[in-house]
């Protein structure tokens, strides 16, 4: 397979909970030599405690001044910073039973290796099959995926995100398949 050189440095990679956005992020910031901007590392603080949004903000516009970036997220509070000075925004817009499996086997795994996400947090089992309770990533999920659907297109059709290069993935292997294209920076 043919590699080519991929002129954006400064990328927003955006989707549901689940669908593997930090995953490409980092896969992107490796292979692009970019410096990776993990919305959820600035923005959850010590005990699942969240950071006041003008701190918030303030890391982000921090972390974006540099002119290699790759974000994850999809944080409203900090699109007017991120999306303005990215060059490319990177949709993973898969189906629904994909990312529910994709967020089941990932939370599991979390809790079961009891790996450290951010600020010493690490994945508590019993909230996150409560949903009925806010602090569920499944019922996060369930909340935000078709309003997901329904935003981007609406949100990349306004005159101020026209500047953006919009890459929409519909499944896993679609962005493999792009990604392995995408030739390594030294």
């Known amino acids: 397979m043919e590699t080519t050189s991929f ?42 405690g969240h950071a006041p949004d003008d701190v918030f903000r303030a890391r982000v516009e921090q972390a974006t001044r540099t002119p290699r970036w790759v974000s994850d997220g999809n944080y409203r509070i900090v699109r007017d910073i991120l999306w303005p000075r990215a060059e490319a925004a990177l949709w993973l817009d898969y189906p629904f039973g994909i990312v529910f499996w994709r967020l089941l086997s990932r939370t599991l795994r979390r809790w079961w290796t009891r790996e450290e996400l951010w600020n010493g947090n690490r994945e508590r089992l019993a909230v996150q099959f409560k949903l009925w309770s806010d602090e569920s990533i499944f019922r996060w999920l369930v909340k935000t995926y078709g309003r997901r659907k329904r935003e981007y297109p609406l949100l990349f059709a306004q005159s101020e995100h026209q500047h953006l290069k919009v890459f929409r993935f519909d499944n896993p292997t679609m962005t493999e398949v792009w990604l392995n294209q995408i030739k390594k920076v030294p």
């Open 7 to 48: 002129p954006y440095t400064k990328l927003v990679v955006l989707g549901t909970t689940g669908s593997g956005k930090s995953t490409l992020a980092c896969q992107l910031a490796d292979r692009l030599s970019l410096d990776r901007v993990e919305l959820d590392a600035l923005h959850w603080e010590t005990g699942w």
